[in-house]
Antibody, heavy 116, light 109 residues
């Protein structure tokens, strides 16, 4: 049973870069797609992007200019970087296994607050 | 962008009753691209239904999905206390690849 766990700072200053890592256990990160999703009261659930274990990515066009998702297969981890954050980026961030068409399982989520 | 509109926003029912939740897409969605999730406070969404009508592993058979094209429905045949939560529909294949409905809150009457 694959399990995912997000980690990273819970507080980021405006204009700085949000960085999160997702650790995958109970299975290999290879031969699969992995997504980041965020959830905020204002925008609901929003797909940020996905990465294939080979490193190929697809991003949400609304965030594409600020997002980078990368993978470290030897660590069984993948990561999210979001630059130039504002208060609108305050959300719970989830890492998720992407089965193509649906998303399962999900990490427990981590709250990231953008504030000075 | 394919927008998903869920209704009602809030549904108040009693345990044992039948719940019917609607998800309407702004454009046609292929059936295998429609999924449903359940979310309880403080928890991540839980995967319930894929391909519009197929239950995910371990999901009780009181949960069922139906629909095609632009109109989809999640039905809970007999509500259990643990079913009161927020439910989201999700589609795959537009731009952005995944979009979600705004959710239906199922609350105890």
């Amino acid at each position: 049973q694959v399990q995912l766990q997000e980690s990273g700072p819970g507080l980021v200053k405006p204009s700085e870069t949000l960085s999160l890592t997702c650790s995958v256990s109970g299975g290999s990160i290879t031969n699969a797609y992995w997504s980041w999703i965020r959830q905020s009261p204002g925008k609901g659930l929003e797909w940020i992007g996905y990465i294939y274990y080979s490193g190929s990515t697809t991003y949400n066009p609304s965030l594409k200019s600020r997002v980078t998702i990368s993978v470290e297969t030897f660590k069984n981890q993948f990561s999210l970087k979001l630059t130039s954050v504002t208060a609108a980026d305050t959300a719970v961030y989830y890492c998720v296994k992407d089965d193509g068409y649906w998303l399962d399982p999900w990490g427990q989520g981590t709250l990231v607050t953008v504030s000075s | 962008e394919i927008m998903l509109t869920q209704s009602p926003g809030t549904l108040s029912l009693s345990p044992g009753e039948r719940a019917t939740l609607s998800c309407r897409a702004s454009q046609r969605v292929t059936s295998n691209s429609l999924a449903w999730y359940q979310q309880k406070p403080g928890q991540a969404p839980r995967f319930l239904i894929y391909g519009a009508s197929n239950r995910a592993t371990g999901i009780p058979d009181r949960f069922s999905g139906s629909g095609s094209g632009t109109d989809f429905t999640l039905t809970i045949s007999r509500l259990e206390p643990e079913d009161f939560a927020v439910y989201y529909c999700q589609q795959y294949g537009g731009s952005p690849l995944y979009t979600f409905g705004q959710g239906t809150k199922l609350e105890i009457k």
